[in-house]
């Protein structure tokens, strides 16, 4: 039962372009979310992160939003970079130690 | 350089043997971690420290042991029962009781058994 869902594998955008990425989620007890991006052979290193209270942060060309609602968080890159392709997962908190993450989208940003 | 560890880098085991990866960390973090990644797959918890001499089952424990004696250590043994071992295995450490506390992982290591 997967509780922390990334429906799309892979997307291509053109550099310079806005890259939206999609996570949802399915328990409402989730009060952290993260994105980490992950280069093939390496450990993922952490993107931005996002609490339940909030639904919006922004750290430079990141900005992920939080629609409690729907129980649907996005990832946007502005402007995207070749440099940022890579497999992006998001990851939810569930209980003070245990993450949750989805199965990752692989981005690939075409100069 | 403070970070976290991960030895070997690629790690060959003949089917029915144990192997133990290692993980080190020196962020002086209290939780450590270990996850699986198969192709297509997100990271599946396997077991996690919050503390010294304590850790908990993940979602895919069985097959594996760890032992937390040290703070900054925190190695998993692939035993000969875990079914499946071929994998890519990352270890992660965070901060413990922090409201906000990312995790932060290492290089990770591909086992593969022949």
């Known amino acids: 039962d997967q509780q922390v869902k990334q429906n799309s594998p892979s997307l291509s955008v053109q550099e310079g372009r806005i890259s939206i990425l999609n996570c949802d989620y399915t328990?409402?007890?989730?009060?952290?979310f993260l994105w980490y991006k992950k280069y093939p052979a390496e450990g993922p290193t952490f993107l931005i992160s996002?609490?339940?209270?909030?639904d919006k942060n922004e750290d430079g060309r990141f900005t992920v939003f939080l629609n409690k609602s729907a129980k649907h968080l996005s990832l946007h890159i502005v402007p995207s970079q070749p440099g940022d392709s890579a497999v992006y997962f998001c990851?939810?908190?569930?209980?003070?130690?245990?993450?949750?993450f989805g199965t990752g989208t692989r981005l690939k940003v075409l100069a | 350089d403070g970070g976290i560890t991960q030895s070997p880098k690629y790690l060959f085991r003949k089917e029915g043997q144990n192997v133990t990866l290692s993980c080190e960390q020196n962020?002086?973090?209290?939780?450590m971690y270990w996850y699986r990644q198969d192709p297509g797959q997100g990271l599946r918890l396997i077991y996690y420290?919050?503390?010294?001499?304590?850790?908990q089952k993940g979602d895919i424990a069985e097959g594996y042991s760890v032992s937390r004696e040290k703070k900054e250590s925190f190695p998993l043994t692939v035993t000969s029962a875990q079914k499946n071992p071929t994998a890519f295995y990352l270890c992660?450490?965070?901060?413990?009781?922090?409201?906000?506390?990312?995790?932060?992982f290492g290089p990770g290591t591909r086992l593969t058994v022949l």
């Open positions: 992660a450490s965070s901060i413990s009781g922090g409201q906000h506390n990312e995790q932060f």
């Open positions: 990851a939810a908190r569930s209980g003070t130690y245990k993450y949750i």
């Open positions: 420290s919050q503390i010294v001499n304590d850790f």
């Open positions: 996002i609490s339940s209270i909030k």
């Open positions: 328990n409402s007890m989730f009060d952290y």
């Open positions: 962020l002086n973090h209290d939780a």
